[in-house]
């Protein structure tokens, strides 16, 4: 319930900034974070699960509109210069079956880019999770994210377990981004570079070890948008819930929510 309440007062907090002339998001980059696409809002305590017809009515907006769509890395390699580009990126995280079923040919189908931020054990072991109606959560096969690669996706780490990283020892840190990086790369047969934080949970000690470990930056769970002057292993990250109307998903792409 606190949940819906929170999302409910920022709605009407944004719906209130929408009048006021000028939309506060310019220029940089403004990264989007989905999960699951398909199946209700309701399956989910934090709405994760976005209808299909919601995704595709948003990818038509973006592709219609003055934004261009680039990928995670892309933010990062112009990090210097981003106040010069109005960017999208549209980020995936845990590796849902329906992110290669759903959303991968509708992306296909707007020429749009993305990236898909992968957990590695999801991917190679059997899930026990369900969704709040029961049904089982079905995580993609390491065939569907060397399918993804092929057509032109960026894929990311999102850690072997999604744990919360800054409760790891040194060690188990530092293996949790050596190995998800090497599982995946030995999969897809490209090097991979980015990832995101399980729950979002960062502090010093795990964007050291990022660093040290080779990726060149991160996306974090802390909302706003990406200007030059932002860490590159602390992206700001705009959720998109089930129960965004194509409405809410415009005033969150202007900044009414920042």
């Not at 929170?6 to 998001?25: C, D, V, W, Y």
């Not at 919601?54 to 219609?64: I, P, Q, V, W």
Request: charged residues 30%; contains cysteine.
């Amino acid at each position: 319930m606190n949940f819906l309440v929170n999302k409910n007062i920022k709605r009407a907090l944004a719906e209130i900034r929408s009048f006021i002339p000028g939309a506060p998001f310019r220029s940089g980059a403004r990264i989007l974070m989905y999960h699951s696409i398909g199946g209700r809002p309701e399956d989910h305590p934090l709405a994760v699960r976005v209808p299909t017809d919601k995704f595709e009515k948003e990818l038509l907006e973006l592709a219609e509109s003055d934004y261009k769509t680039v990928a995670v890395s892309e933010v990062i390699e112009n990090i210097k210069a981003i106040d010069n580009y109005k960017f999208i990126a549209i980020t995936f995280d845990d590796g849902y079956k329906d992110n290669i079923v759903t959303a991968a040919p509708l992306l296909k189908k707007f020429g749009l880019k993305a990236t898909f931020f992968i957990s590695t054990s999801y991917i190679d072991e059997k899930s026990q999770k369900r969704w709040a109606d029961g049904e089982m959560r079905e995580y993609m096969r390491w065939e569907d994210i060397a399918r993804l690669e092929e057509m032109g996706f960026e894929i990311g780490s999102h850690m072997v377990h999604h744990t919360n990283l800054t409760a790891l020892s040194d060690a188990d840190l530092c293996l949790e981004f050596k190995s998800s990086r090497d599982i995946i790369s030995r999969h897809i047969g490209c090097p991979v570079k980015i990832f995101s934080y399980p729950y979002g949970e960062v502090d010093h000690r795990v964007i050291e070890t990022a660093r040290d470990t080779g990726y060149i930056g991160g996306c974090s769970s802390f909302s706003g948008y990406n200007n030059s002057n932002i860490n590159k292993y602390i992206l700001r990250r705009t959720e998109i819930d089930g129960y965004d109307t194509i409405r809410n998903f415009r005033h969150k792409i202007s900044g009414f929510y920042d």
